[in-house]
């Protein structure tokens, strides 16, 4: 008789491939300097992504989009 194997639904199923970091190293970026206020154009499916997940999780989509921002600047400041 076979054992009847037991899933984890958060445990990930099948093949798992590494996907590389996507995003550009700062070099490739230009920042701009002493500023605060930036008006930006963005692509209108990243701008309703982060618009829908901030209405799931009641929060704001500017603060989301700046947090992606903050974090890209922490982990590349010191390369």
Do not use: C
Request: hydrophobic letters at 30%; zero cysteines; aromatic letters at 12%.
């Amino acid at each position: 008789m076979r054992k009847k194997r037991v899933y984890d639904e958060n445990m990930p199923v099948g093949k798992l491939t590494e996907i590389p970091d996507f995003l550009p190293p700062p070099e490739k970026l230009i920042f701009p300097k002493d500023t605060v206020k930036v008006t930006i154009y963005l692509d209108r499916l990243s701008v309703d992504f982060f618009k829908q997940k901030a209405k799931k999780h009641r929060g704001k989509y500017q603060r989301m989009i700046r947090e992606v921002l903050d974090r890209y600047v922490q982990r590349y400041r010191n390369t």
